[in-house]
């Protein structure tokens, strides 16, 4: 039975699908795989699986081998060349007085190509650049600029809750964030503390947002006016969490309440 399997070339990278052949499989092995760029190193994030018969028409590059003690030399030595091509295109950009960050750089695992990766406000005129990197290494050459979300992933780092950032752990595909989902779920709008490493706003605010909105619809609107058991009051804050509200009665104290305690008060009610 034909089966194929998912493969991963970078920690929290996208997960590649490619026919597994006659290989016995599984997660966390090294794996040499045939790609547009030629063969490249990889590891098993997916384990062998019969192939979709709805997809069956789909082409996948196959597995090449599994991956030896010579292809982990070569991807020490593509490593090596990497930061002494960083170091140099460094070099480069300061001569040439360019306006961009480069950051990292990768080789292809048969080291026949470089790509640098930048980030910078604008667009840039590095064909000088180029002519240069290609002169001194003789391979091909491309460069890629990026966001400042990807970055953050390609480089990784602590967020402010004292973990790895999740774009460079876990997250495969960056979801559109926004300053809503902040106010649903009654954080500080302040940008110091709702923002990442990136200067962006937060990944981790799509986690939660869709139970805050779920709770949330069982629960009296802010400035609804609800009957306690202190008396009448005007929601004031949700607690999504405890499943509570708190309301300022009409004294003027306030009062956090569950949910069970209250009800909505309707026009017809006396009093």
């Not at 018969?53 to 060349?81: C, H, I």
């Not at 990766?117 to 460069?143: C, H, N, Q, S």
């Not at 490493?197 to 805050?212: A, D, S």
Request: hydrophobic letters at 35%.
């Amino acid at each position: 039975m034909r089966k194929f399997v998912g493969v991963r070339f970078k920690p929290a990278g996208k997960v590649y699908d490619f026919d597994a052949g006659v290989f016995v499989l599984n997660c966390g092995d090294p794996v040499i795989v045939e790609t547009e760029q030629g063969l490249g190193f990889g590891f098993v994030a997916v384990p062998p699986r019969p192939f979709d018969e709805t997809a069956s028409d789909r082409e996948l590059k196959k597995v090449f081998r599994m991956a030896g003690e010579k292809d982990f030399e070569q991807r020490e030595k593509n490593t090596a060349l990497e930061k002494e091509a960083r170091h140099f295109c460094l070099d480069c950009i300061k001569t040439l007085g360019l306006e961009m960050n480069l950051f990292a750089v990768e080789s292809t695992f048969d080291a026949s190509k470089l790509t640098f990766f930048f980030t910078a406000e604008g667009r840039v005129d590095f064909r000088e650049l180029v002519k240069m990197l290609v002169r001194e290494y003789r391979i091909r050459i491309e460069m890629r600029q990026v966001g400042i979300r990807n970055q953050a992933k390609m480089c990784g780092g602590l967020g402010r809750c004292g973990r790895a950032l999740c774009c460079s752990t876990f997250i495969e595909k960056f979801e559109p964030v926004s300053i809503r989902m902040a106010k649903e779920q009654g954080l500080s709008l302040n940008p110091t503390k709702i923002s990442g490493q990136c200067g962006r706003l937060m990944c981790c605010l799509t986690f939660e947002n869709e139970t805050y909105q779920f709770f949330k619809q069982k629960m009296p609107k802010i400035g609804k006016i609800v009957r306690t058991p202190n008396g009448d009051g005007k929601v004031i804050r949700h607690n999504v969490v405890g499943k509570k509200v708190t309301v300022r009665l009409e004294d003027g104290t306030e009062a956090e309440i569950g949910l069970n305690n209250i009800r909505e008060k309707k026009k017809k009610d006396k009093g």
